[in-house]
């Protein structure tokens, strides 16, 4: 039987830089490594928004990655 597990999770925050030729929205991502898998998403969320706030273009998106292992 198969399991999975959580290999790693990385807390990310998308940030916008501006504006492509066509309009579309242009953005880049910061990532802070090492989130433990119990973390707390209200947590999460201060800890990105705390950082969010020390950058000059205004934050469109936070998210929590994480890898999931696969094995028998």
Do not use: C, W
Request: hydrophobic content about 40%; cysteine-free.
């Amino acid at each position: 039987m198969a399991n999975i597990h959580v290999s790693s999770s990385k807390l990310a925050i998308v940030y916008s830089e501006g504006t492509g030729t066509n309009g579309e929205l242009k953005t880049k991502t910061k990532q802070l490594g090492s989130v433990q898998e119990s973390a707390n998403p209200d947590a999460l969320l201060r800890t990105a928004k705390a950082f969010g706030s020390l950058f000059q273009q205004p934050v469109v998106q936070i998210e929590r990655r994480d890898v999931l292992v696969i094995s028998e």
